[in-house]
């Protein structure tokens, strides 16, 4: 009898403990769930982005009474500090078309035709897409924004064009998830417009964002004259020449006593808006080139000042045929002599803008068969 007991409290022992470890793994799951994280991934002009739920924010905008829920999500892309924001003013839509943003370049609006009461709270209603890097900020203009919801989180996927001041066009495809997308919750009289329709001037982007005195550049904005001496342009604080005019864009000539700084537009009597940075820079410089011979294929070290860490900025040539640029730093770069190339006078271009060369030095390059 007593060996019975025995077996029967070692196995009412096993079995308790078989339990307790099943309530413990279970308590476990409740205390420290999984939780999915927020992703973004894709590319913009070129670039790849691959965004993790730290540097992405999100808001959800509700209102009692209101079925239109509104999403705001925003991405840093990169150290930089640039950033792809995506707004989307009802997510039960699956499929939105992009066209121009009111009160930005590509479709200003008539700030004439505005009529708001006063104390009236205005939200935009508009879906956007907006990409800011340097200073700049570029609007989707067209293309296509994907959204699936359900309970735990909101999946975006999108295809869109952007454009800048210049005409010229850069895309972006990816996709988004936004788990607990309703953790910051906001009344919808909390949605800003960032492009609302005013009758002062805007800057969308300038194109370039850096060179040097006597360089044209493009402002994209809005609400401009079309007649040159309304538009007031500064560089830091010091005047520009407007050389043409349309209501959203202006071309301008980098003053020759400016600084670095930001450039500011005003039309006429209005306030004066401010835009971004633009960055003087000295003119390149060559002062030693090296081999000044040889054949096509030799790598050749031109030595200076004031050249492009960016290779795409750096246009060599050899009696007019371009050669590759292998390196680049501001002091010196490396290109491999083309083939097909003739004897000739090496030419050196940064950002478009030709280098002068160091009295007493010699770019001749002679080709040898």
């Given at each position: 009898?007593?060996?019975?007991?025995?077996?029967?409290?070692?196995?009412?022992?096993?079995?308790?403990?078989?339990?307790?470890?099943?309530?413990?793994?279970?308590?476990?799951?409740?205390?420290?769930?999984?939780?999915?994280?927020?992703?973004?991934?894709?590319?913009?002009?070129?670039?790849?982005?691959?965004?993790?739920?730290?540097?992405?924010?999100?808001?959800?905008?509700?209102?009692?009474?209101?079925?239109?829920?509104?999403?705001?999500?925003?991405?840093?892309?990169?150290?930089?500090?640039?950033?792809?924001?995506?707004?989307?003013?009802?997510?039960?839509?699956?499929?939105?078309?992009?066209?121009?943003?009111?009160?930005?370049?590509?479709?200003?609006?008539?700030?004439?035709?505005?009529?708001?009461?006063?104390?009236?709270?205005?939200?935009?209603?508009?879906?956007?897409?907006?990409?800011?890097?340097?200073?700049?900020?570029?609007?989707?203009?067209?293309?296509?924004?994907?959204?699936?919801?359900?309970?735990?989180?909101?999946?975006?996927?999108?295809?869109?064009?952007?454009?800048?001041?210049?005409?010229?066009?850069?895309?972006?495809?990816?996709?988004?998830?936004?788990?607990?997308?309703?953790?910051?919750?906001?009344?919808?009289?909390?949605?800003?417009?960032?492009?609302?329709?005013?009758?002062?001037?805007?800057?969308?982007?300038?194109?370039?964002?850096?060179?040097?005195?006597?360089?044209?550049?493009?402002?994209?904005?809005?609400?401009?004259?079309?007649?040159?001496?309304?538009?007031?342009?500064?560089?830091?604080?010091?005047?520009?020449?407007?050389?043409?005019?349309?209501?959203?864009?202006?071309?301008?000539?980098?003053?020759?006593?400016?600084?670095?700084?930001?450039?500011?537009?005003?039309?006429?009597?209005?306030?004066?808006?401010?835009?971004?940075?633009?960055?003087?820079?000295?003119?390149?410089?060559?002062?030693?080139?090296?081999?000044?011979?040889?054949?096509?294929?030799?790598?050749?070290?031109?030595?200076?000042?004031?050249?492009?860490?960016?290779?795409?900025?750096?246009?060599?040539?050899?009696?007019?045929?371009?050669?590759?640029?292998?390196?680049?730093?501001?002091?010196?770069?490396?290109?491999?002599?083309?083939?097909?190339?003739?004897?000739?006078?090496?030419?050196v271009k940064v950002r478009g803008k030709a280098a002068t060369v160091t009295p007493g030095i010699i770019t001749l390059f002679t080709v040898i068969l």
């Amino acid at each position: 009898m007593t060996s019975l007991n025995s077996k029967t409290v070692k196995v009412f022992g096993l079995l308790l403990l078989f339990v307790t470890a099943i309530s413990s793994c279970k308590n476990s799951d409740v205390i420290n769930p999984v939780t999915p994280a927020s992703t973004l991934t894709g590319t913009i002009d070129g670039k790849a982005l691959n965004i993790d739920q730290a540097a992405i924010s999100s808001t959800f905008f509700s209102t009692a009474g209101d079925n239109a829920n509104a999403l705001q999500t925003t991405a840093i892309t990169d150290g930089s500090a640039s950033s792809l924001t995506f707004y989307i003013p009802d997510i039960s839509i699956a499929d939105n078309t992009i066209t121009p943003k009111l009160g930005t370049s590509s479709n200003p609006g008539n700030p004439n035709l505005k009529v708001e009461a006063t104390g009236a709270t205005t939200t935009t209603t508009q879906i956007y897409v907006s990409y800011k890097t340097g200073g700049n900020t570029y609007y989707a203009i067209s293309g296509t924004v994907t959204v699936t919801t359900d309970n735990t989180k909101v999946t975006v996927k999108w295809n869109l064009t952007f454009t800048d001041g210049t005409g010229r066009t850069f895309t972006s495809t990816g996709s988004y998830i936004i788990y607990n997308y309703k953790a910051v919750t906001k009344p919808k009289t909390e949605i800003t417009d960032p492009t609302p329709v005013a009758a002062r001037p805007t800057i969308d982007n300038i194109t370039s964002t850096s060179g040097a005195a006597g360089d044209s550049v493009i402002i994209a904005g809005t609400n401009f004259s079309t007649t040159l001496a309304d538009n007031v342009v500064k560089f830091n604080g010091v005047s520009a020449v407007v050389k043409s005019a349309t209501a959203t864009k202006l071309v301008v000539t980098v003053p020759s006593t400016g600084t670095t700084g930001a450039v500011s537009v005003k039309v006429k009597n209005s306030e004066t808006t401010t835009g971004p940075i633009f960055t003087y820079v000295s003119p390149p410089v060559i002062s030693g080139v090296t081999p000044l011979s040889g054949k096509a294929g030799v790598v050749m070290t031109i030595i200076g000042s004031n050249f492009s860490t960016v290779l795409t900025d750096d246009v060599v040539t050899i009696n007019g045929t371009t050669a590759t640029v292998l390196t680049s730093s501001v002091d010196r770069m490396t290109v491999t002599v083309p083939q097909g190339v003739t004897t000739g006078q090496v030419v050196v271009k940064v950002r478009g803008k030709a280098a002068t060369v160091t009295p007493g030095i010699i770019t001749l390059f002679t080709v040898i068969l």
